[in-house]
């Protein structure tokens, strides 16, 4: 059973950037980024599968890009212009099965989590 771990999280000001990473101890075929903000569901980002396939939630297309280092087992997600909205847990996940269809995407999906990371952008 795969084993994830996130880092890369911290506080920046709206329009700084961050890069999560997510380590996996073995090779899923599917990886994911969730978010949670305090008292909200826990809201999916973006997916990158084993085949370089990504997509996101359209609040951050254009601004967020997942990346994966499949020698590492690693899905990477940079954040570019942040913005206050952005702030919350960021989680990452995975699945032994092809990314979910977008319009389907759910957190039940996925039965691995990690710990997450926490992601802070002030104004």
């Known amino acids: 059973l795969v084993q994830l771990v996130e880092s890369g999280g911290g506080s920046v000001q709206a329009g700084g950037s961050l890069r999560l990473s997510c380590a996996a101890s073995e090779d899923p075929y599917c990886m994911a980024w969730f978010r949670q903000a305090p008292g909200m569901e826990r809201e999916w980002v973006g997916w990158g599968d084993r085949g370089g396939l990504t997509e996101y939630i359209d609040s951050v297309k254009g601004r967020f890009t997942i990346s994966q280092d499949n020698a590492k087992n690693t899905l990477y997600l940079q954040m570019n212009l942040l913005k206050p909205e952005d702030t919350g847990m960021y989680f990452c996940?995975?699945?032994?099965?092809?990314?979910?269809?977008?319009?389907?995407?759910?957190?039940?999906?996925?039965?691995?989590w990690g710990q997450g990371t926490q992601v802070t952008v002030s104004s």
């Open positions: 996940a995975a699945r032994y099965a092809p990314c979910p269809n977008s319009a389907t995407m759910h957190r039940s999906a996925f039965a691995f």
